[in-house]
DNA sequence: GTCAGTTCTGACCGATCGGACAGTTACGGT
DNA sequence: ACCGTAACTGTCCGATCGGTCAGAACTGAC
C-alpha cells in the first residue's frame, strides 16, 4: 500500500504539479482513502519529501565527490555525473520543474539554490567570466528540460547527445 | 488601476506562481478590493491571459517570419529572435515555466506544445537527427531557464553569450 | 476465543480559494 | 439639481483543500 501510494503520487505530482495534485486524487489513483495517506505519511509534504529525497541525496552526493577532483577534468565528470542523474529521476525532475515556488521553499529539499550554484561552478571551472558563467546555467537548464520533457529519443542516445551537447555549449574541446 | 493590478499580478504570478498567488493577495498588493480584481477581468484565469497574450503574440510572429527563411540561415534568426523574446518577457517566461501543467491546459494561450515544436524544427533545420532534435530542445531550455533565473550578468553580454551558447550547442559554424 | 496491535476508513473540521451580487461612491453631461 | 454610467467595495456563497479523530476490520500470538 505504502509503495502504491508512493506510485500514484510520482505519476500525479509529475504530471499535474505538486499543488495541483489533491490528497483525494493520489488517493482515488492509489485505491485507499484519504485518511490512509495520512496515516502512512504524516502530510502531503512528506509524500514528497520521500519521493525527492534519493534524487536529492544522489546529487549531493555527485557535488561532494565532484569537489576532489582537479581543473578540467571536472567539468566532464560533472556532466556526465549530472547528466546520468536527471535521466534516472526524470519525473523527479520534472516534479521539482512544474513547482519551484513550492520546492524552494522547503527546507526539507535541502537548499536546492545552493546546489545549483554548486554545479554551476563546477561547470564554468570556476571562472567568474560571464561566457563560462552563462554556459554552466545553459547546461542546467538544457539538461532539465530536455530530461523532463518527451523528446522522441531512444534513452541511450538521449545520454550520449545530451552530453556532446552540453560540452559544445561549454565550449569544451571534448566535445 | 487597471495598469496597477496588471503590474502587481505579473511581479506576484512570477515569484510565486499562478495557483501560488490568490486573489486578495494580488489585491492586497495592488491596493484595491478582490472584487475590483473581477470588476476589470472577470476571471483570475483572464489576468493571466492578458498577462502573456503580448508575448504569445510576438512568439508566434517569430515563427510566422522564420517560415519564410531558407535553410541554415533559419537557424541563426530562430536563436537570435528567441533569445531577445526571452530576455524581453523574462518574467513572462518564468510563469510560464513555474506552472506549467496549468499553462498548457489554457486554450486562451493558443498550442504552447505547438509551438515549441516549431521553434524546435527550425533550430534542427528540419532534420530528424537525434543529435539536431536534442540540441534543438537542449536550446529551447537553456534560453528559457537562463532568462528566468537571476543569472548575475548585464543583459547586453547575457544576450551574446545565450547566442554564443545556443549556437555552439547546436553544433553551428557561426557559433 | 480473545486480545493487542497494526492498518485502514467515513465523517467531520476550519481555512482558503475563486467568484457572484447588491449596493455605494465619483463624476461628466444636460 | 438631476441622472446615467463607470469604478469600486463589503459581504456572502459553494467548492475544495489539507488534516483530525473515533472507531471498524484484519492480523497473528497465545
Known amino acids: 500500500m505504502r509503495g502504491d501510494i508512493l506510485r500514484s503520487a510520482l505519476r500525479l505530482f509529475a504530471s499535474n504539479g505538486f499543488s495541483g ?4 486524487a493520489i488517493a482515488a489513483d492509489a485505491g485507499c482513502s484519504k485518511a490512509s495517506l495520512i ?28 569537489d576532489a577532483l582537479p581543473g578540467e577534468e571536472r567539468v566532464t565528470a560533472t556532466v556526465t555525473g549530472f547528466v546520468d542523474l536527471a535521466l534516472r ?23 536546492i539554490p545552493a546546489l545549483g550554484q ?17 554556459g554552466a546555467h545553459m547546461v542546467l537548464g538544457a539538461v532539465f528540460v530536455t ?23 561549454l565550449g569544451h574541446p571534448a566535445g
Chains 1, 2 share one sequence.
Open 147 to 169: 530530461c523532463a520533457g518527451e523528446v522522441d529519443v531512444p534513452d541511450g542516445v538521449l545520454r550520449e547527445e545530451l552530453i556532446a551537447g552540453a560540452l559544445r555549449t
Open 39 to 66: 496515516y502512512h505519511f504524516s502530510t502531503k509534504e512528506a509524500i514528497l519529501t520521500e519521493l525527492l529525497t534519493p534524487a536529492g541525496e544522489e546529487l549531493a552526493a555527485l557535488a561532494a565527490r565532484l
Open 21 to 24: 495534485t489533491s490528497l483525494h
Open 89 to 111: 529521476y526524470r519525473r523527479e525532475v520534472k516534479i521539482l520543474f512544474e513547482d519551484t515556488p513550492t520546492m524552494i521553499c522547503n527546507p526539507a529539499l535541502g537548499d
Open 118 to 134: 554548486r554545479l554551476v561552478a563546477a561547470m564554468s571551472g570556476g571562472s567568474q567570466e560571464p561566457g563560462r558563467v552563462v
